[in-house]
């Protein structure tokens, strides 16, 4: 099950979700996170990095030019965008990991009764369980985002198959009744190149 935070304004603190009872402590050994595949509109070739931080903590997804237009000229096309990575996550033998919490970043401007949904789904290759969350915004508004999914409780990778991890993100954006020629977007974007996606790590022993 997974449960939702949304903070509108970076301004407003995000409280994170808490390690479930039977973690264990990260592995000091190195993880590696690889991309597979990655598909979709949001997501060209070349536009995603993905990296894993020193303590094994967490891995960090940074996109580039992932924005969602709609009005002041946009195709019909660019009103959704979506991204789809396969991930081969290599964790040191004894250990599986689960994702216990899932942040992400980004800005959004909306006319005065526009609306948008950035929208995110999980699951392990091969399992016919997948959770998904979506978090609405609504005009006006014009200001940076975060929104957070908090599983309970978290699911862990099988200790006797690799299956890879996928995460399919999407953004969504309507003009609803704002005037359409004034446009509205909300991306997931990173110009300052800081990531605009977090994954925290839940560990446990196999």
Not at 53 to 81: C, I, L, M, W
Not at 132 to 154: C, E, N, R
Request: hydrophobic residues 40%; contains cysteine.
């Amino acid at each position: 099950m997974i449960s939702t935070l949304l903070c509108l304004a970076m301004a407003v603190s995000c409280v994170g979700a808490p390690q479930p009872a039977d973690a264990a402590e990260a592995p000091t050994s190195p993880v590696s996170v690889r991309i597979v595949s990655v598909n979709g509109s949001g997501c060209p070739q070349g536009t995603t990095e993905v990296a894993v931080a020193q303590d094994n903590s967490e891995f960090t997804v940074t996109h580039h030019g992932y924005v969602a237009r709609a009005g002041a000229g946009a195709d019909p096309t660019d009103a959704r965008k979506n991204c789809q990575l396969a991930l081969d996550v290599e964790v040191p033998s004894g250990f599986a990991f689960g994702i216990v919490l899932a942040d992400y970043r980004g800005a959004a401007v909306l006319r005065d009764g526009a609306n948008a949904v950035q929208r995110a789904s999980y699951y392990f290759q091969g399992s016919t369980s997948t959770t998904a969350k979506s978090h609405p915004f609504h005009g006006p508004f014009a200001d940076q985002w975060q929104t957070m999914d908090i599983a309970d409780p978290v699911v862990y990778a099988s200790c006797a198959n690799d299956r890879l991890f996928n995460i399919n993100t999407e953004l969504r954006v309507s003009v609803g009744t704002s005037n359409p020629a004034l446009g509205s977007f909300i991306s997931m974007d990173a110009p300052d190149r800081n990531p605009n996606a977090h994954y925290k790590f839940a560990w446990k022993r196999c």
